[in-house]
């Protein structure tokens, strides 16, 4: 059920990264590298789980077309099929269905998106709205993951809420409940910065270099700090972070050592650990919470309303026999 996704602003390919540098990796490569490992990383959900969404979808066309048993069967195979997955795992809680991945990229300098957003901002001033969305539109250099989940503690109890209202004769409470549960499904934006992934790949070719060559070693480390910067203006990241500040006193000490003894091995590995650490925060932090407070919200929010609206439902239906 995953589909991957590749778009770019500016070309039909993606176009090779400008740094200081080119590093030994284009950005095309280490775009397809970021999604290789996605989709190694990505957890396919349980058949049960998989079995049971193919019944629950079934069973409201056959509510859509008055197929009031063939509803109930469908009803009572996807129930069936959530409490398996559950008896076999009960710690599944938000299960990641699909995954759709898009790439954009500026190639913009970091003096060329400053000036970009100067100009943006006198825009603003003069209450220029649509001519500063268009100047700030391209400035985008991103990897973005939209991750579609089931949330495990709500979908099933409606599908068992449905089945119920089927078997009272409530064919509209049941509608209006699996109607309700398809809009609990939950949809997760991750970004990864590119400028952290190519200032990465700067980094590790400079550790990888001859110790001889110092001046190509500062050239990569000049770019690596580019990008970084290019990150920060971009709003990626911000250089009053803690991973932003580890990252720049580490390319500090790296080129302090180049030029010194040049004894730089555990340095290099420090600053590769730094990277990791911010590309992963940068692309699972804001995830974590809006999938909690997702959950919180709709676990609570889909008890409540399934009882509203199936007094609804039911008040509609008087009106009509009357």
Known sequence: MKKTLLLSTLTAGLLFSTTMLQAKTDTKTLVKQQITQNKKNFKKAPKEIEEALNASSLAMQSLQHKKVDEAKKQLKIATEKFDLALKNNPALDIVPLDEQIAVFETLSSAKEIQHTLTEAQELLTNYKLNEARAVLTPLRD???????????????????????ALNKGDTKGAIIIMAEAYNTFLVENAVIPLPLLKAQDLIADASSLDKSKKEEATKLLDGAKEELERANLLGYTSKHSPEYKALVDSINAIEKEIKGKNVVEKLYDKLKEDFVSLVHKNKVEKAKKEVKKYEQKEAVKARKDTGKFLSEAKKDENKTIK
């Open 142 to 164: 991103e990897m973005d993951i939209e991750t579609v989940s089931l949330p495990m503690k709500v979908f099933p109890i409606a599908t068992k809420d449905a089945l119920k």
